[in-house]
């Protein structure tokens, strides 16, 4: 009898053990862009039948990207952005921002891109803690967004540092409501809902926030902690999806809540030993997820991989053998 209970205690733990290494998804394609001339994709999402890509070191294109040859070739669509919005960040925090803006040679640090059913595309920049809206007819314009969204998140926590504020973007089918995902030092998920003109925080716009430090992927032989992170957010079937770049994985999260539901990795296809970059908090940067799979936008910041490629990344994940509504 104490034998068949042991061989019983190991059977009901044994999906505890198998949670503890999320399933790898597998690479179907990659795909160096070509037409980016200053490269650093920062944010992808797939719209219209089309990939569209930001760059955070230009203000004034999206860029369509489509297969050609084993490449993605960018198509460049320009829009002249107005005046951002007055930031509720603090003094410091905009100095420091703008001081990089004159280096780089851009003001508007666009970190992500989402869009709805109809068409507009929103575009996340990280130094103004802003979003731009960019229909498919008419003039960009500022969102609207609550004075307290940015007071709650710091409250909270989020977006007190330099280089550590928005680095990601969703919106739901019908534009009614937007998340924005704050990076690191804390990381965390906000929400606002669409109110004619202008959006709301229904309760609290912060839904989720973490702090802490973990180690890179052992392939990255790093044995340094780094903080954890998120680089973008999407929205598919009614759940979040977050990328998570220090631990390369995709995790989905309740809507009304950030609460994690289930992670996939895609450690072994990143950290190939032609794809290894040598940075030890990874580059990816853009998150897009359909049934089929999904799509990863890398920002190589211009450095070479292992294999000597320079140019921005996308790549096409399978979905998980179960889907991504797999209990």
Request: hydrophobic content about 40%; some cysteine; aromatic content about 8%.
């Amino acid at each position: 009898m104490r034998g068949i209970l042991s061989l019983l205690g190991l059977f009901l733990i044994a999906p505890l053990w198998a949670s503890e290494a999320p399933e790898q998804l597998r690479l179907e394609a990659e795909y160096p862009v070509a037409g980016m001339p200053d490269g650093n994709l920062s944010g992808l999402a797939y719209c219209d039948g089309e990939l569209l890509v930001v760059s955070d070191r230009i203000d004034d294109r999206i860029f369509h990207l489509t297969p050609v040859g084993g490449l993605m070739q960018a198509k460049v669509e320009p829009f002249i952005a107005p005046p951002p919005p007055p930031s509720n960040l603090p003094w410091g925090v905009r100095a420091r921002g703008q001081l990089l803006s004159l280096v780089r040679g851009n003001e508007l640090d666009f970190e992500g891109i989402s869009c709805d059913s109809l068409g507009n595309r929103y575009l996340v920049s990280e130094t103004h803690a802003a979003v731009l809206q960019v229909p498919r007819a008419g003039e960009p314009n500022w969102l609207l967004l609550p004075d307290a969204l940015v007071r709650q998140a710091r409250a909270s926590g989020m977006l007190l540092n330099f280089n550590a504020l928005l680095e990601g973007v969703a919106v739901d089918p019908t534009g009614e409501r937007l998340w924005l995902a704050a990076e690191r030092e804390r990381r965390g998920l906000m929400v606002v809902k669409r109110q004619q003109t202008s959006w709301r925080c229904v309760g609290s716009c912060v839904l989720f926030t973490e702090g802490g430090t973990e180690l890179p992927p052992a392939p990255s032989g790093s044995e340094r902690q780094i903080a954890r992170d998120f680089s973008d957010v999407t929205f598919f079937n009614d759940k979040l999806f977050t990328l998570e770049r220090l631990a390369h994985r995709i995790c989905r999260r309740t809507p009304g809540t950030g609460v994690v539901e289930r992670c996939w990795s895609f450690v072994e296809e990143a950290m190939a030993d032609t794809r290894v970059y040598g940075m030890p908090f990874g580059v990816a940067e853009g998150l897009w997820v359909d049934a089929k799979g999904a799509w990863i936008g890398l920002d190589n910041g211009g450095k070479a991989r292992a294999d000597g490629e320079r140019r921005p990344i996308v790549w096409r994940f399978s979905a998980p053998k179960d889907g991504w509504g797999a209990k």
